[in-house]
């Protein structure tokens, strides 16, 4: 064979080795401890949507050269020392929680594509960071939802809550929570030593209580008295000492720490003993003064209420009656005014209408007359003389004279040459008021062809 065929043969071998090298190079296998994250054109999600990067566990895949990179990210857990301090609680007391929270990168399919797109290429120190700060500040949001009894006492639902809330934002970056171990929970001002050393002396004080009690009891029967007094204090103080042993066992965590401060602890509950006493008895009389005050005050507010409302409710309905009865009578005056109006105004009509007839048929009476007035006023007369005759004789018609007794001689005449009858008669006759007088009350002349006023002529009675 000929060198140069074979220089060819093995050039030709070396490109295909080389080939399938590189092509077995870009085949990458992903250990169980990491995450392969595999970014570039790794296709497009259900929604069509182009991916950002391709997040795979476990198996193995094949990198397109030029097209496609790749970078693991380590799944091991992640120890974080949180000390929190100066947190606020409900009760705005200051608390220090420290605590270690162990963290890790999630290998559910969604929160590692959030790891993928908001941790890849950060280091460790970074990934711990990022991470305290998410945790001091969900820890804060916690301890100031809660109250210090109830951080102190129910640790577990602390720990619920502490680890629902990392949780939910510890995956919008794609890490996981996997343990939560609180260390202890201090505050300055002593809050939750005092809870602890308030339990001592709460058992303590119902211990000797129930010895009290027994001790009354016991007076029922001295024999028995004795024999239960001295079974109820051992009882008391094994329960006294079983609590005194768990909440020191609690505080201290030792058996040696328990039995340094056992002096201590009892002075302090017989302090706290005084103390609370005296507290129970101020409050006694508080809540007293305050029920005392409540009551005079309801007994206040009951009688201003039904004097008051009463009050107010008659007020009200004779406002009401007040307001009914003047729209009444206004509507009744309105109603009375319109009446007479219309009534007065339909008397007007009428006598405006009378008076315009009448003044009608005066100008057409005085026209009749050839436009001389004197003649008008003949006319009316004369038309009306039988009627003013007979009301002169109506003066003297219903006159009622039963008897009339004239004493003359007969023979002899009165003055001017009268008999007395003739000067009774002519008397009674002149009583009637003549027409010329009356015309002249009433401002007009009699005219003259009914006659003239003449001097009166002596008048003779023949007999």
């Known amino acids: ?108 399919p969604t929160i590692m594509q959030n790891a993928a797109e908001r941790l890849l290429g950060l280091k460790m120190n970074e990934i711990q960071e990022l991470a305290k700060d998410i945790i001091l500040g969900q820890l804060r949001l916690v301890i100031a939802t809660m109250e210090i009894e109830e951080i102190n006492a129910d640790r577990d639902k ?92 609690e505080i201290a965590q030792s058996e040696a720490l328990r039995r340094e401060r056992e002096a201590e602890s009892m002075r302090i509950a017989t302090a706290a003993e005084a103390v609370q006493a005296a507290k129970a008895m101020e409050e006694a009389y508080v809540a007293q003064q305050q029920a005392e005050k409540t009551r005079a005050d309801l007994e206040t507010a009951t009688q201003q209420a039904d004097i008051i409302v009463k009050a107010k409710i008659a007020k009200e309905q004779a406002e009401i009656e007040a307001e009914a009865r003047a729209e009444v009578a206004r509507r009744t005056a309105k109603g009375e005014a319109d009446a007479l109006y219309a009534k007065m105004e ?64 007969g023979s002899g005449s009165g003055k001017d040459g009268k008999t007395a009858t003739a000067d009774f008669l002519s008397g009674m006759l002149k009583s009637i008021p003549p027409m010329g007088e009356m015309f002249n009350q009433a401002g007009m002349e009699l005219p003259k062809f009914l006659g003239e006023k003449t001097e009166e002529a002596p008048q003779t009675l023949d007999q």
């Not at 085949?27 to 570039?40: N, T, W």
């Not at 895949?61 to 496609?68: E, G, K, R, T, Y």
């Not at 020392?81 to 609680?89: G, R, Y």
Request: hydrophobic share 45%; glycine share 6%; proline share 2%.
């Open 346 to 409: 339909a008397q007007a009509k009428g006598t405006q209408e009378i008076l315009s007839k009448q003044a009608a048929g005066m100008h057409e009476l005085v026209m009749a007359a050839g436009g001389d007035a004197d003649k008008a006023i003949r006319l009316i007369i004369a038309n009306n003389m039988e009627e003013l005759m007979k009301i002169q004789v109506d003066a003297i018609k219903n006159i009622k004279i039963d008897k009339v007794t004239v004493w003359d001689g």
């Open 158 to 249: 602390f720990l619920v809550a502490v680890s629902n809330n990392v949780e939910i934002e510890l995956k919008k970056i794609g890490l996981r929570l996997i343990n939560v171990n609180l260390t202890d929970i201090n505050d300055e001002s002593g809050y939750i030593e005092a809870l602890g050393k308030e339990a001592a002396a709460k058992a303590i004080n119902d211990a000797k209580k129930s010895v009290a009690e027994k001790d009354r009891d016991g007076e029922i029967g001295q024999a028995n008295a004795r024999r239960d007094q001295r079974i109820q204090v051992a009882a008391a103080n094994a329960t006294a000492i079983k609590g005194e042993n768990e909440s020191k066992i």
């Open 1 to 108: 064979m000929q060198p140069e065929i074979l220089i060819a043969i093995c050039v030709v071998v070396v490109i295909l080795f080389a080939l399938i090298m590189g092509i077995l190079s870009r085949y990458r296998k992903c250990p169980s401890d990491k995450i392969l994250v595999i970014y570039g054109k790794v296709g497009s999600d259900h929604n069509g949507q182009a991916r950002s990067a391709k997040c795979i566990h476990g198996g193995a895949a094949f990198i397109l050269p030029i097209l496609q990179s790749y970078q693991f990210m380590d799944l091991t857990p992640i120890s974080l020392n949180v000390d929190l301090k100066n947190a606020l609680s409900k009760q705005n007391i200051r608390v220090d929680v420290p605590s270690r929270f162990t963290v890790g990168i999630s290998t559910e």
